[in-house]
């Protein structure tokens, strides 16, 4: 049941200062920071860290007719094409200024770190999440900006996901092994 899985702080979360409250979010929820650094992205591993994938445009296309359709809205556009627009602007974002990646491990640790971070828009993320209580951000706001809901932080949706953005991200000999004394009271 201990999982690996990754997280980003985004530059606007390192311009607002909230690295370490976010960290410390994770931290006391048993979670164990396995290796974190700073990075520049350019706009080759941004490519490699958003891949557009047909899983992918299908999820994406599905959500955003649904959030257009609520605002009484008929995209005319294919799923191709609203979904390579979203993946640009997504990897626009991500190279924009520094991102603090990290790795954090611990029981449930994908599950875990979804629910600290809260859903991507932040305007429908619940209080006592970060983006629920760092963000006013939504999908609407974003659209008419033509970008992305800023939102802070980048957490893995699953294992497989993780798996990728973690050998993605980090190198083996810069992930960490150590005992966090709190699991051996779980054990």
């Not at 599905?62 to 627009?85: F, H, M, N």
Request: glycine letters at 6%.
């Amino acid at each position: 049941m201990i999982e690996r899985t990754f997280v980003a702080v985004k530059h606007d979360g390192i311009q607002r200062g909230l690295v370490g409250e976010i960290i410390k979010r994770f931290e006391q929820r048993g979670l164990k920071l396995a290796a974190i650094k700073m990075v520049q992205v350019d706009k080759d591993f941004a490519e490699k860290h958003y891949p557009l994938t047909e899983e992918w445009i299908k999820n994406t296309a599905a959500v955003t007719r649904k959030a257009y359709e609520k605002r009484g809205i008929k995209l005319k556009e294919s799923d191709r094409e609203i979904c390579e627009r979203i993946n640009k602007w997504l990897k626009d974002y991500l190279t924009e200024g520094p991102v603090v990646a990290m790795v954090w491990e611990g029981y449930h640790a994908i599950e875990m770190c979804r629910k600290i971070v809260g859903t991507a828009e932040s305007r429908s993320a619940p209080p006592g999440t970060i983006r629920g209580d760092y963000s006013v951000d939504s999908y609407e706001l974003a659209d008419q900006k033509k970008r992305p809901v800023r939102n802070l932080v980048h957490a893995s949706g699953n294992a497989q996901e993780a798996e990728h953005e973690i050998t993605l991200w980090f190198r083996p000999e810069e992930i960490h092994d150590y005992t966090r004394k709190d699991w051996e009271v779980m054990h």
